[in-house]
């Protein structure tokens, strides 16, 4: 079964708003989960590490302002999408560490702005 | 820093056959892991097989094997007998320190089983 949940699976806003998603590990404690995106027909691209307790890592170019990480119990990241704007559509993706050598990745959230 | 070359953007396979996916990575580090992901159209990331840099053996996960040849840093996905299900895009991914921490991922092979 599935071992990382994600909600929603897909959301359509209007340019300006802001949108939140949600990362949950099932039946595990996740003191790191990673956030990704990806582009249409693109490979997936790192945006930040979200840790438990502390403020995430964002990665280069990554703009943390817009990208809003939260990461408040060992169970659940959320991802908030501020102003979204039409270049910020896109699909995300959240993961986790399981094993050292197991990463699991979320089912995906796919955000259209209109 | 680190990065993944999958040099196959798309490939066609019959059903039953094998086919292989390429895939070479370059890092000055040397401790690091390998990995292999599925992802169907519904976008769902399906991790298949890991292996690791001081791994002497290489890794095995039913249908799937990785051909790991260290010293010319190529870390191949062999799918044998493949089945119409098997198609979809295929992402090959390293961490470093030999962790699943932060993955960086090639840009895919989009594999087609065809009848």
């Known amino acids: 079964g599935a071992v990382v949940s994600q909600h929603p699976s897909w959301v359509i806003c209007k340019s300006g708003t802001s949108v939140k998603i949600e990362c949950r590990s099932l039946?595990?404690?996740?003191?790191?989960m990673f956030w990704y995106r990806q582009f249409p027909k693109q490979s997936l691209m790192l945006m930040a590490t979200?840790?438990?307790?502390?403020?995430?890592?964002?990665e280069q170019g990554v703009e943390k302002d817009k990208f809003l990480i939260n990461h408040a119990s060992l169970t659940l990241s959320t991802l908030t999408v501020t102003s979204a704007h039409p270049e910020d559509s896109s699909f995300y993706i959240c993961?986790?560490?399981?094993?050292?050598?197991?990463?699991?990745f979320g089912p995906g959230t796919r955000l259209t702005v209109l | 820093a680190q990065k993944i070359t999958q040099t196959q953007p798309g490939m066609f396979v019959q059903e039953k056959e094998a086919v292989t996916l390429d895939c070479t990575y370059d890092?000055?580090?040397?401790?690091?892991?390998l990995f292999w992901y599925k992802q169907p159209s519904s976008g769902e990331m399906i991790f298949l097989i890991y292996?690791?840099?001081?791994?002497?053996q290489n890794a095995t996960e039913g249908r799937y094997s990785l051909n790991f040849q260290k010293a010319r840093k190529s870390a191949n996905l062999v799918i044998s007998a493949s089945q119409l299900g098997d198609s979809a895009m295929y992402f090959c991914?390293?961490?470093?320190?030999?962790?699943?921490?932060?993955?960086?991922f090639g840009t895919g092979t989009r594999l087609q089983v065809t009848l």
């Open positions: 039946d595990f404690q996740a003191t790191t």
């Open positions: 890092t000055s580090d040397p401790s690091y892991g």
């Open positions: 292996q690791g840099s001081y791994d002497q």
């Open positions: 993961s986790t560490m399981v094993n050292l050598d197991t990463q699991y």
């Open positions: 991914a390293m961490s470093l320190t030999g962790t699943a921490s932060k993955l960086t």
């Open positions: 979200s840790n438990e307790g502390s403020k995430a890592t964002y």
